[in-house]
């Protein structure tokens, strides 16, 4: 190993970056580096405070080894003393972390454009998403991380591509190389095992180096010229001094690995990966393979103006101190005085006889009194009552969370209320949450897109939960630009609340058949409530990629017809094709497809599907032809409704032949103003006459005109009174 090198005192620093030196210089640079980041953390006793952390969420109160605080002790001179631990702090942690972790968000890929065959890559990825979060476990190594986020302030997860891993895929019999698939595989990282620059302000850095152990004797078959070297390394259980682990004698053949990732800047505009396991000893230096740093961190909080995580279990530490101390005095009472004493004065002469029965007689001068000693003082009690109420305020971890409610709530509002409240408190360890899901998501998909050049196999889910394999490229999702999750509607996470769901969709129309209601209420999942609209959505846009292509495209008779009308319209809104006068034919062709067949398919085929069929284009209207009121039939030559329409492809009935239109004067004549002023046939030519025929079947007598009155006497009411007098 080369002599250790103090970076405070290395002027070459100010003239060269670090990160542009030679691998093994760089090794020695970051071992220092390494070495100077945990001395400063062991000096302002952050790193001890993570190590009694872990100790507390285990329950290692006292104990100087794994196990022996899970039980009452005896402890003082004599083992006057009981020791009664009570781990709230775990029973608060594990409530926060099921509280942020039992329901799965929803991750959905997005594609950079909105063709066919970007939005068909977002269900490929979303299914390879699901398959890595279902079958690869990454959903189990994300939640170690927020627990470790909880419980030790930060939490990481580290993702690789392993080149040679997954199925053989080729196999050269001459030069005897092997190909494999690949693979993609994910670990935890603890705040112990990554080391960056402690005096950034928040979690934004151009470097990092983590460590991680892997077993010596695959390093060896993986780097076989490096073999000596790397049989002679210390194993984990020498070599490492901080790190997460019970004592143990066994052992193991894992060593420490050391990674250092630098990303792209303008320093390096490469960015940098090296691999080592000494300074001396390098396995890999080359150009960051990854398009990110592919170490992902999650955070209940942070120290303000540090890259250091923060967690509310920090405050509850000291709590969980104080409860333990109070409940081994209560119950050091009750086991030092929980047998009953008697007082005897002296000189009682007391004496003792048996009856029959098991009944004694007490003789003597004095009666015994007994003594109650293991009656503890009500203050303990109330101090220890309020010492978890205040772990319980501090976390935002309420009685009902814990599932132990005050008896002033009894109201299932009061209690949902509340229960809100604690999802409200941790609301930022959601969002972040959520937000390193969306890290991991968009990184997998981009390390399948540069990596995954062999074909790919996974076991996707398809309808109704039917599991089918897919085999992919990385090309087949290389539209896919960015991951992102949605948490999900609330109302979803309870019974209760899917119940109203349910019932609610089914009113609406949405749900259609038992087997939907009943899975709404058992899991809150309306994917397949629209999975055959979108179906018919996507055909659409394959449909009118081909329209503007300038190629015909068939309509079929079970087509949602409205819907592709609409949107096959929409490929005429371009102004450029709507001057082709080709494409306009073309895309006309194929929408006049759709109405015929919204005319002439059984109606009750349409109305099955939810379409409402066209009704058939009424004949034209003949010269002479009276118009008729909205809503009647159309009259026949005859001046009858005119019968039902011929058959398609029959002959067309014959039309009498009609008189040709009478000529008209000039206009202006007084003749014709006659004709038009004429008191219309079957009015009384008197007001005193009575109206007969279809309109006043009775004959009754109307009232007379009105006149005008006074001096407007002589003024014309009717028309014909203002005709010029013969």
């Not at 690995?257 to 080359?286: C, I, N, Q, T, W």
Request: with cysteine.
């Amino acid at each position: 190993m080369a002599d250790p090198l103090n970076i405070n005192d290395d002027k070459s620093s100010l003239e060269k970056y670090f990160a542009t030196e030679d691998a093994e210089r760089l090794a020695n640079i970051c071992l220092n580096k390494a070495s100077s980041f945990y001395n400063i953390l062991t000096m302002n006793y952050y790193l001890d405070n993570l190590v009694r952390m872990w100790l507390f969420y285990h329950g290692q109160y006292n104990a100087t080894i794994a196990g022996d605080s899970h039980r009452v002790s005896f402890m003082g001179e004599e083992g006057e003393l009981v020791g009664l631990p009570v781990n709230h702090f775990r029973n608060i942690a594990q409530h926060m972390l099921n509280m942020i972790t039992a329901n799965r968000p929803t991750m959905e890929a997005r594609a950079v454009n909105t063709d066919y065959k970007s939005l068909s890559q977002t269900y490929l990825a979303n299914g390879i998403l699901d398959y890595y979060m279902r079958e690869k476990k990454l959903e189990d190594t994300i939640r170690r991380a927020v627990e470790m986020a909880i419980v030790l302030g930060a939490g990481f997860v580290r993702m690789e591509w392993n080149a040679t891993a997954g199925e053989l895929y080729d196999f050269d019999p001459e030069t005897g190389e092997k190909n494999f698939e690949g693979e993609l595989e994910f670990s935890n990282l603890s705040p112990f095992d990554v080391v960056f620059d402690g005096t950034k302000e928040t979690w934004d850095h151009e470097w990092v180096m983590v460590r991680t152990f892997q077993n010596k004797f695959n390093l060896m078959a993986k780097y076989p010229e490096l073999a000596e070297k790397i049989s002679r390394m210390q194993t984990k259980n020498y070599a490492s001094q901080y790190r997460l682990s019970v004592f143990s004698n066994d052992n193991t053949d894992d060593i420490p690995v050391y990674e250092f990732f630098h990303k792209r800047s303008e320093a390096l505009p490469e960015g940098r990966y090296v691999m080592f396991l000494d300074d001396d000893l390098v396995l890999l230096d080359l150009p960051l393979p990854y398009r990110d740093i592919p170490v992902y961190r999650i955070s209940a909080g942070e120290y303000m103006g540090t890259p250091y995580g923060y967690s509310p279990m920090f405050d509850i530490f000291p709590l969980q101190e104080a409860a333990n101390s109070l409940y081994s005095t209560i119950m050091t009472n009750q086991s030092a005085f929980g047998v009953q004493n008697l007082f005897v004065p002296r000189g009682a002469d007391l004496d003792i006889n048996s009856l029959e029965g098991a009944l004694n007689i007490l003789e003597g001068n004095a009666k015994p009194e007994p003594l109650n000693l293991t009656q503890t003082p009500p203050e303990v009690f109330n101090f220890l009552q309020m010492i978890v109420q205040s772990m319980e305020t501090i976390s935002g971890v309420n009685s009902v969370t814990r599932g132990n409610p005050e008896a002033s709530l009894k109201s299932g509002t009061a209690l949902a209320l509340v229960q809100s409240m604690s999802l409200q408190f941790i609301s930022g360890l959601q969002q972040n949450y959520v937000k390193l899901i969306e890290d991991v998501g968009t990184s997998l998909i981009n390390i399948l897109k540069d990596y995954a050049k062999t074909p790919k196999t996974v076991a996707l889910v398809g309808k109704n939960n039917r599991s089918f394999l897919k085999q992919f490229t990385g090309e087949e999702i290389g539209a896919i630009n960015r991951v992102i999750v949605s948490v999900g509607n609330p109302l979803a996470r309870t019974t209760a609340g899917r119940v109203q769901m349910a019932e609610q969709m089914l009113q609406m129309g949405l749900i259609r058949n038992p087997k939907e209601y009943f899975e709404v209420i058992n899991t809150g999942n309306i994917d397949t409530m629209y999975e055959g609209d979108m179906n018919e959505i996507l055909l659409i846009k394959k449909e009118n990629e081909i329209l503007m292509s300038g190629k015909p495209v068939m309509a079929e008779l079970l087509d949602q017809h409205a819907m592709h009308i609409m949107e096959h319209r929409t490929v005429m809104a371009d102004p450029d094709l709507r001057m082709n006068p080709e494409l306009r034919v073309v895309v006309q062709q194929h929408i006049q497809e759709h109405i015929d067949y919204l005319r002439n398919v059984d109606p009750d085929l349409l109305m099955l599907t939810g379409q409402q069929p066209l009704q058939p284009p009424a004949p034209p209207m003949m010269p002479g032809m009276p118009m008729m009121p909205p809503g009647m039939p159309p009259m026949g030559p005859q001046g009858g409704p005119m019968g039902p329409p011929p058959p398609m492809g029959g002959p067309m009935p014959q039309m009498p032949p009609q008189a040709p239109p009478a000529p008209q004067g000039p206009v202006g004549q007084q003749g014709d103003l006659d004709a038009l002023l004429r008191q219309p046939s079957g009015m009384p030519s008197s007001p005193q006459e009575m109206i007969r025929g279809q309109g006043n079947p009775g004959g009754d007598v109307l009232p007379n005109l009105p006149r005008p009155p006074g001096q407007f006497a002589n003024m014309p009411v009717t028309a014909q009174d203002m005709l010029p007098q013969s």
